[in-house]
């Protein structure tokens, strides 16, 4: 797992200072809409719901925004989209995996972005299932470490299901099966502790380390895939040391 929490945290700043926010901002609104036609529409009773609109605020999203969505997809509004997750899978430069995760209402308009991004980008689309298998579904919960140390959390969030903490630099990562998030998430909050984030995610079980050049394709096919709109999330199975992050730094 080399460079893994560096990476982490260099991806999470990336996100952070995301130039693209118009496009950061319809995905997360996405997000909100389909928390809350999925599992109601008063966050005090969904989960889900309270952290993808707590996401929302913490990226800077409009309120009004917030609520809109919320609404839309909770039925107390018309308008809301019909929207379906849907996985691509495929390669990328160097042999790295990819698994693209799509939110949309139009399967063939997401199916020719994605396609068109990676081939651009010297990818290939594989068939279901060739991929997929090289990854693991996640639960992830982002914290700043605000004083706290590794124990200190790793108490909270143990019984929970929590399966390991990751030292991002200002932040901790606690990672746990997908089905034990709300759980983990929940002992925070009853410890009295703020979280970033708290969402599934996909990790790769075996890696593919990159030179300074792989990694700049590899990273530029992400960008390409993350322009899309009907794309959600990108995950690979890239492994960057912090070697080769310094190379692309300088």
């Known amino acids: 797992m080399s460079g893994h929490s560096k990476w982490a945290t260099t991806k ?39 952290d993808a609109i707590q996401k929302a605020k913490k990226s800077s999203v409009p309120n009004d925004n917030i609520e809109r969505a919320r609404k839309r997809g909770g039925g107390e509004e018309a308008g809301g989209a019909d929207w379906q997750t849907i996985m691509y899978e495929g390669y990328g430069p160097n042999g790295v995996a990819v698994l693209i995760e799509c939110l949309t209402d139009n399967r063939n308009r997401a199916a020719g972005e994605v396609r068109t991004a990676m081939t651009r980008n010297g990818g290939n689309m594989a068939d279901p299932g060739s991929v997929a298998y090289l990854f693991t579904r996640k639960g992830v919960v982002v914290l700043d470490k605000t004083g706290r140390s590794e124990d200190e959390i790793l108490e909270i ?66 960008d390409a895939l993350e322009d899309c709109d009907d794309v959600q999330n990108v995950y690979t199975n890239v492994d960057v040391s912090d070697e080769v992050l310094a190379e692309l730094e300088d």
Request: no cysteine; glycine share 10%.
């Open 12 to 50: 999470h700043k990336k996100a952070v200072i995301d130039a693209k926010r118009g496009k950061m901002f319809a995905k997360l609104i996405k997000n909100i809409e389909v928390a809350a036609r999925t599992g109601g529409g008063d966050p005090a009773g969904n989960p889900t719901l309270f």
């Open 157 to 222: 969030v143990l019984e929970a299901g929590a399966e390991e903490i990751n030292d991002l630099g200002d932040q901790f990562e606690v990672v746990s099966e997908a089905g034990d998030l709300i759980a983990v998430r929940t002992a925070l909050v009853d410890a009295g502790v703020d979280y970033d984030s708290a969402d599934p995610d996909f990790r790769a079980s075996v890696e593919v380390p990159v030179d300074a050049e792989g990694a700049r394709k590899v990273f530029k096919l992400v």
